[in-house]
Nanobody, 119 residues
Framework: QVQLVESGGGLVQAGGSLRLSCAASGRTISEYTMAWFRQAPGKEREFVAVISTITSTADSVKGRFTISRDNAKNMVYLNMNSLKPEDTAVYYC???????????????WGQGTQVTVSS
């Protein structure tokens, strides 16, 4: 199995940028589809971005967020630009096989990293 650890979250003003990192260990991420999800207080966990042979992002972050991976370093990244207060959430890295936007298709999860965007 693979273990995932996120980092890079923090407090940023609206319009700012952050780069989230997800460090994997135990297995190589090249075996998996990797994704980012987020969960705001009182809301369900929602899809943000996925990367396999292609990438896909949620409409709410399209053009602002970019997912990437470095299989050699066993790392996944989420570059977030033009951040908005509604992007405030705990961001989770996930690994799975199906390459979908469905949270239930991902077997392995990190502990999450908090992103707070102030207005």
């Amino acid at each position: 199995q693979v273990q995932l650890v996120e980092s890079g979250g923090g407090l940023v003003q609206a319009g700012g940028s952050l780069r989230l990192s997800c460090a994997a260990s135990g297995r190589t991420i090249s075996e998996y589809t990797m994704a980012w999800f987020r969960q705001a207080p009182g809301k369900e966990r929602e899809f943000v971005a996925v990367i396999s042979t292609i990438t896909s992002t949620a409409d709410s972050v399209k053009g602002r967020f970019t997912i990437s991976r470095d299989n050699a370093k066993n790392m996944v990244y989420l570059n977030m630009n033009s951040l908005k207060p509604e992007d405030t959430a705990v961001y989770y890295c996930a690994a799975g096989y199906a390459g979908t936007r469905n949270v239930f298709d991902y077997r392995y999860w990190g502990q999450g990293t908090q992103v707070t965007v102030s207005s």
